[in-house]
């Protein structure tokens, strides 16, 4: 538990003690991409200070979000089912902050455990066609996949940290897709596939502008107060 109480008797008071803590929902959104060690996260996050991410782990251990688990050298962390219980919650947040992100500040990064979860948060699974996109954002680069209106993510480079379990397979894409910080624009709808080639935000590098169209629909968030239908 989290040392700081709001001392209210309350289901959000007792969520915002548990991981309302700056860094702490950072830390959950990367552990739901998978376990990963100490030394991962501090790579993730690179401007937390060492003590406050040992004090979040501890904290997240306390309150039964996060365990460690033991590895052939060495220890990671993962969430529990109490703490994977959190993805919908993450992902509405997602959504939800996506609507004033604005453009990056000078020294903002993406990680790839942060695209992982962008792409996550977007997925519209009413929307997905079956297809197997590349995306590369910068020194990031993931594989999605699209099967039968269910999303899995890849991570290409860096590749995601050897934390046990089999290497996962990844098919030949249909479609590359380079972008910018710029591709928030158009899984935000701001502007079109069409546009966002025109204007060098994206580039298809394999594929058609078919395919840019079917990763607009698969990866889009409206705007609040639109329907989904829409």
Avoid at 5 to 16: K, L, N
Avoid at 89 to 112: K, Y
Avoid at 144 to 162: D, F, H, K, N
């Amino acid at each position: 538990m989290a040392a700081r109480s709001y001392g209210q008797y309350c289901g959000v008071t007792t969520a915002v003690e548990l991981i309302g803590e700056r860094w702490a929902l950072l830390i959950v959104r990367d552990l739901l991409v998978g376990p990963r060690r100490y030394t991962d996260l501090k790579q993730g996050l690179p401007r937390i200070p060492t003590n406050i991410l040992s004090t979040r782990l501890k904290e997240l251990q306390d309150g039964g979000v996060v365990r460690r688990i033991p590895l052939l050298r060495g220890l990671a962390y993962e969430l529990t089912p109490y703490g994977q219980a959190l993805e919908p919650v993450i992902l509405a947040l997602g959504r939800w902050g996506f609507q004033t992100m604005g453009d990056p500040e000078e020294g903002d990064i993406v990680t790839a455990d942060s695209l992982t979860m962008a792409l996550r948060t977007a997925f519209r699974s009413d929307a997905a066609d079956d297809v197997e996109y590349e995306l590369h954002v910068g020194e990031v680069a993931l594989h999605a996949s699209v099967r039968g209106g269910e999303l899995a993510v890849i991570q290409i480079s860096p590749p995601a940290p050897p934390v046990g379990g089999r290497e996962p397979v990844r098919e030949e894409p249909d479609a590359v897709i380079v972008a910018g910080p710029g591709i928030r624009r158009l899984i935000g709808g701001e502007i079109t596939p069409a546009e966002a080639i025109a204007q060098d935000v994206v580039a298809v590098v394999r594929g058609d502008a078919a395919h840019l169209e079917s990763f607009a629909r698969t990866f889009h968030i409206a705007p609040l107060g639109t329907p989904l239908s829409v």
